[in-house]
């Protein structure tokens, strides 16, 4: 079923998480015990992050470097079709625009139709790490608008070249707001302008970068219907549960910390994933309280956070198994 589905036929707010892939070589295993534990709370559907390669610099001892490109996390595909049979849940693959080419992005949209998984989240990427090189004759989506509009197309059978069978896909399309702006955006007024560019070509939802303001969240979404933005939005969430988060997490996301929350975490350090989580309650419970269509949790790779939270909060009959 399509996210959009899932939030026309809730009758109450929705609970969904974010999950990474595993390091290359790694057990899937982890991630099932993470599934395993957050089931209970019936997700609609769990989004899986997506990874593009990256370069590393190997010291060949003779006074020569080799550049070595991999990828760290692959295996989006295969994990969305694990979790799609295992936990008959609906996974939201996330496809990027850093790179991959087009015809890349064709041949993963493919298998994703094959598999029935009827949703993805299209997302430019993160400018660190170096993508692998490409040919200048093969052609690469810049904006998250230009992959929305990739698969759109592909909704209506049009694929990068003629073809004489092409099937019509039907996904739905998430993309990405950001309450505190783009980091490369050059204030939140322009982004919001970027935002409906990618709603003007096809998006359906909008999933929000974390944040740990609320009222961020509600001006957000005011702006974006004052700006004719009409589609859902999403409030992203993630639990501060360690001291240095203060640090890595404005580093990283480009969002700020309420002084009320780094006051107390630099108050007792050692009680931070505590003060995280009554945090996060209090925010699930203003946000619940304001309507919002649903609560998404990053917990990447640990839920346990996320459970203690939700489990705090009142929730009806279909968010619990």
């Known amino acids: 079923m399509k996210v959009t ?40 559907f769990i989004d899986i992050t997506s990874h593009a390669a990256e370069a590393e610099y190997i010291d060949l001892g003779n006074g020569t470097m080799k550049r070595r490109v991999k990828r760290k996390r692959p295996g989006t595909i ?16 996330h496809l990027i ?19 029935g998984i ?13 993508p692998k090189p490409h040919h200048k ?10 992959l929305v509009r990739q698969v759109k197309d592909m909704n209506k059978g049009i694929y ?7 099937s019509h896909t039907d996904f739905c399309v998430g993309v990405g707001g950001y309450p505190e702006k783009h980091n490369e955006a050059p204030n939140l007024v322009w982004d919001i302008k970027r935002l409906k560019d990618k709603v003007a070509a096809g998006a359906d939802y909008i999933v929000t970068q974390m944040f740990f303001d609320n009222q961020v969240f509600f001006e957000f979404v005011d702006k974006c219907r ?17 001291a240095n988060h203060l640090v ?20 007792d350090p050692e009680s931070t994933s505590s003060i995280g989580q009554e945090w996060a309650r209090k925010q699930c419970l203003e946000l619940l309280d304001h309507g919002v269509p649903g609560l998404h949790f990053y917990i990447m790779s640990d839920p346990s956070p996320a459970i203690n939270v939700i489990e705090s909060l009142p929730l009806g009959q279909s968010n619990v198994v």
């Open 78 to 93: 295969g994990l969305c079709a694990a979790i799609k049979h295992r936990y008959n849940v609906d996974p939201v693959p």
């Open 226 to 242: 004052a700006e004719g933005i009409t589609i859902p939005i999403i409030p992203g969430l993630k639990v501060l549960t360690r």
């Open 160 to 166: 990068l070249e003629d073809l004489m069978e092409a």
């Open 118 to 130: 009827d949703n993805v989240l299209a997302v430019r990427g993160d400018d660190h790490g170096a």
């Open 97 to 115: 625009c850093k790179g991959f080419t087009k015809e890349e992005t064709e041949d993963a949209l493919i298998e994703l139709h094959y598999l």
């Open 137 to 146: 004759d093969r052609a690469v989506n810049t904006y998250a608008s230009d």
């Open 5 to 44: 589905e899932h939030y026309d036929r809730a009758t109450e707010p929705l609970i969904s998480f974010e999950i990474i892939p595993p390091r290359r070589g790694a057990s899937i295993q982890n991630v099932f015990d993470a599934l395993d534990r957050v089931k209970k709370f019936n997700p609609p």
């Open 248 to 267: 890595t997490l404005p580093k990283a996301f480009h969002l700020s910390i309420p002084c009320d929350l780094s006051d107390a975490v630099a108050a």
